[in-house]
């Protein structure tokens, strides 16, 4: 990738690039929506990512970008930054417009981009897009900020410039991710420490619905509220309850807070709960648990968040079926994307294979089968 990538630059630019980076994807063990409500969440970065090569535009105020994948480009003026008709135009302007919020300078430059993290797969093609692109920016600029700022960029980038109202698990999970360990993060206090992954006889696979999602109409927006609201309530009537992190589910009646706020709050609370103790399984190597956890969480999603939609739905109750599997849920912020399957690593092949086959056959569309690998974060690859 890093020579086909040399390449491509110089094709289109007519120039060699002077540094490349890469940016992976991320998948969450379990802790889906907890971001924005500042409670825990599991992420870990996996083996599929954009990678981005750059140069400096000297003397020059002008920017270029070319996406490879979607043969689409963009040329723009840093003295000039507002919002695009094209939504992935707007995740780089967004970053962009942070780095200049924040007083610092920036040159005109070239960027060619190139990925394999599928879009609207639940993945976090965007906030790949978001990290690797500021990442690429500090590192071209020497602009001096750190890996935590990089993440806080792409956040606010979402939050401010597209209006997404985001937390930060999918950010930190691109820039913080470690080779084969999960990474347990407290979004209220960013406190995190890393968990080893290494199951011998276990995997996580992925298994793409091939629905695609996009924040800005999926109703994440909407679910955001939703929990504001819920947490206003609750802090009306307990006290120390800035978001639903702080609730307890015994705080919790349909008198106080009705449909479908109980639902929302009753999921997010409890699944605060599910999160710490699949950690422990995770430490323990207790399968089962962590496996019982996932369904919890699939069943959360479908009926109390309402975020599932039927192809997720079948993929779960396919996987439930297979004897090597232990757990399945939805991942992402729903309505589309991938579902995680924690299996047994023998046969693994032949098992997704039969459930790839029954989903075509049900769903009357085609999935597709992802085996990862954890890696490291957004990093320097060449230049």
């Given amino acids: 990738m890093h020579q086909e990538i040399i390449s491509k630059f110089n094709v289109f630019y007519g120039l060699e690039p002077q540094l490349i980076v890469s940016a992976p994807g991320r998948i969450n063990l379990i802790g889906e929506h907890t971001d924005y409500n500042l409670g825990f969440v599991l992420p870990a970065a996996i083996d599929k990512y954009i990678y981005f090569a750059f140069c400096v535009n000297p003397s020059s105020t002008k920017f270029e970008i070319y996406a490879d994948d979607i043969n689409d480009s963009y040329t723009g003026d840093l003295d000039s930054v507002t919002k695009n008709k094209r939504t992935w135009v707007n995740y780089l302007l967004g970053i962009i417009d942070q780095i200049q919020k924040k007083q610092h300078s920036l040159q005109g430059f070239k960027c060619y981009i190139k990925g394999n993290i599928p879009i609207g797969s639940g993945l976090s ?37 597209l209006g997404i109202n985001s937390g930060i698990l999918d950010q930190f999970s691109s820039v913080f991710g470690k080779k084969d360990h999960a990474i347990k993060l407290d979004c209220k206090s960013m406190d995190y420490a890393y968990s080893t992954l290494n199951f011998s006889d276990h995997d996580f696979v992925l298994i793409n619905t091939n629905v695609k999602h996009e924040h800005l109409t999926s109703g994440y927006n909407d679910r955001t509220n939703e929990c504001k609201k819920a947490a206003q309530i609750l802090n009306e009537k307990y006290g120390n309850i800035s978001t639903l992190r702080d609730g307890k589910i015994e705080m919790l009646t349909r008198d106080l807070l009705p449909d479908p706020l109980f639902r929302r709050a009753r999921f997010i609370i409890g699944e605060n709960e599910r999160l710490h103790s699949f950690s422990s399984a995770m430490e323990e190597g207790n399968i089962d648990l962590m496996g019982k956890l996932l369904y919890q969480t699939h069943d959360g999603l479908q009926h109390d968040y309402e975020v599932s939609c039927r192809e997720s739905d079948c993929l779960v109750d396919l996987a439930s079926q297979e ?21 047994e690593s023998k046969n693994k092949t032949e098992v997704a294979n039969r459930i790839l086959y029954e989903y075509s056959q049900k769903m009357d569309c085609r999935g597709d089968v992802y085996y990862i690998s954890i890696v490291d974060g957004v990093r320097t690859i060449g230049g």
């Fill in 323 to 343: 004897d090597g599997i232990k757990g399945a849920r939805m991942m992402g912020g729903g309505f589309g994307g991938c579902v995680l399957i924690l299996m």
């Fill in 125 to 161: 093609s965007s906030a790949a897009l978001e990290c690797g692109f500021a990442y690429g920016l500090n590192e071209l600029f020497q602009l001096g900020f750190n890996k935590m700022e990089i993440a806080k960029i792409g956040q606010a980038s979402e939050n401010q410039f």
